[in-house]
């Protein structure tokens, strides 16, 4: 049976004021309504939700710490020109990251041409 969704419904459970056999036959019952299992058994289905659940749960891969760096500017650029640049939140994408991209070169003392800003 999947312990996370089981888990899950004890904790609702708990929250609508079931204990002991009512919180039971609220678990066990959702769980077969919903399919996850038959009776006492575990369904095809129940397995393939613990599965993409135990594949969800699973940490993701770091990015590398220039591309993190990246980001967090990217991110600061984007606060910054939000801030001080009416209606830019409401410019197309493209236009935005166009924006904080050329935002960030010159904050780092590069080249950037004025139709980009």
Same mark, same amino acid.
């Given at each position: 049976? @999947? ?5 899950? !419904? #004890? ?19 959702? !769980? ?8 006492? %058994?575990?369904? @095809?289905?129940?397995? =393939?939700?613990? *599965? %993409? ?5 699973? @940490? *993701? #891969?770091?990015?590398? @710490?220039?591309?993190?760096? #990246? =980001?967090? !500017?990217?991110? =600061?650029?984007?606060?910054? !020109? ?11 994408? *493209? ?15 590069? *080249? ?6």
């Amino acid at each position: 049976m @999947p312990k996370f969704l089981e888990a899950k !419904l #004890r904790a609702e459970a708990g929250k609508r004021g079931f204990k002991g056999n009512e919180a039971d036959h609220y678990v066990y019952g959702a !769980l077969n309504n919903m399919g996850a299992m038959h009776g006492s %058994k575990e369904t @095809p289905k129940g397995a =393939a939700m613990d *599965r %993409k659940h135990a594949a969800d749960m699973k @940490p *993701r #891969r770091r990015l590398h @710490p220039a591309l993190m760096e #990246r =980001a967090k !500017l990217v991110k =600061a650029a984007h606060e910054h !020109l939000s801030a001080n640049i009416p209606g830019f939140k409401h410019r197309p994408m *493209r236009e935005r990251m166009a924006a904080a991209q050329a935002h960030i070169r010159s904050t780092q003392g590069r *080249r950037v041409s004025d139709s980009r800003l």
